[in-house]
């Protein structure tokens, strides 16, 4: 139904044009080379990203919260002619929203016509979506207070985490994969979190707000307002009842 709704949306009005530059997915080193690409295509710099929904909807993708997403999916994308990201609408933190729209990128970066949803293909857009939001260099720049002594930083990672909008969880995981951390301190980490409740949900997320999707909204008021074409129309073109589309 989102899928219909968007063709009516690009039927009537002029969206954004799809700017996903495709990437390498055959190493590590390509993935981190392509999120820098996005970024930089983007005019994003080398800093925290302020509104990951907005990037992604002015790259030409459309996002939209749906319910009825299995509990374990954050996320899920479409890479159709005018590709839809479906986020899950069911309370997911601001920084599991982000970081869901950073891996559908990455889906669409690396993965056009290829299947995906093995360990494989998640994996590389986890690495896209970590490279993505938090840039190599600019991470191993703020790293250096992540760690004191052998231990890890709590009180600098909650920092971290507010300033990046990524989650403590994803702080571990991208510093793993950059050398910050070491395998023994990231389980440490992860045990740490869990044995504090944080395994799902984060001390800090309460205090983060959730991105708000603008294309679907702002393309049906315009729609409606200023082309003169009621919902009742647009639910037609749909093939569904109004009361669907509401």
């Keep these: 139904m989102l899928r ?12 954004p044009a799809y700017e996903v530059t495709e990437a ?5 080193e390509s993935i981190e080379r392509g999120a820098e690409a996005c970024r930089s295509a983007w005019g ?3 800093g925290p990203i302020s509104n990951t929904t907005r990037v992604a909807e002015r790259a030409g993708a459309v996002v939209m919260h749906v319910s009825g997403l299995a509990n374990e999916v954050d996320a899920v994308s479409f890479a159709t002619r005018r ?19 950073a891996h559908e990128l990455g889906h669409f970066a690396l993965h056009i016509g290829v299947l995906t949803g093995d360990r494989l293909t998640e994996s590389q857009a986890n690495r896209f979506a970590s490279a993505f939001l938090l840039p190599r260099a600019a991470f191993l720049a703020e790293s250096h207070r992540a760690l004191r002594g052998t231990r890890i930083n709590w009180e600098y990672m909650s920092e971290l985490k507010y300033r990046w909008g990524v ?16 395998e023994d301190q990231v389980r440490a980490g992860y045990i740490t979190l869990k044995r504090h409740g944080e395994a799902t949900e984060e001390r800090e997320d309460k205090n983060m ?5 603008e294309l679907v909204n702002e393309g049906l008021r315009v729609m409606t307002s200023e ?10 073109k749909m093939r569904v009842q109004q009361r ?3």
């Design 4 to 15: 219909r709704l968007v063709s009516v949306l690009d039927e009537h009005l002029e969206l």
């Design 24 to 28: 390498d997915p055959g190493s590590d």
């Design 44 to 46: 994003l710099g080398w």
């Design 83 to 101: 590709p839809v990201i479906a986020l899950n609408g069911s309370g997911r933190s601001a920084c599991r929203a982000r970081f869901g729209i």
């Design 167 to 182: 989650s403590k969880a994803a702080l571990l995981y991208r510093g793993r994969q950059l050398g910050v951390f070491t």
């Design 209 to 213: 707000p959730i991105e708000q999707p």
């Design 227 to 236: 082309l003169g074409m009621p919902l009742a129309a647009v639910a037609r």
């Design 244 to 246: 669907l589309l509401n």
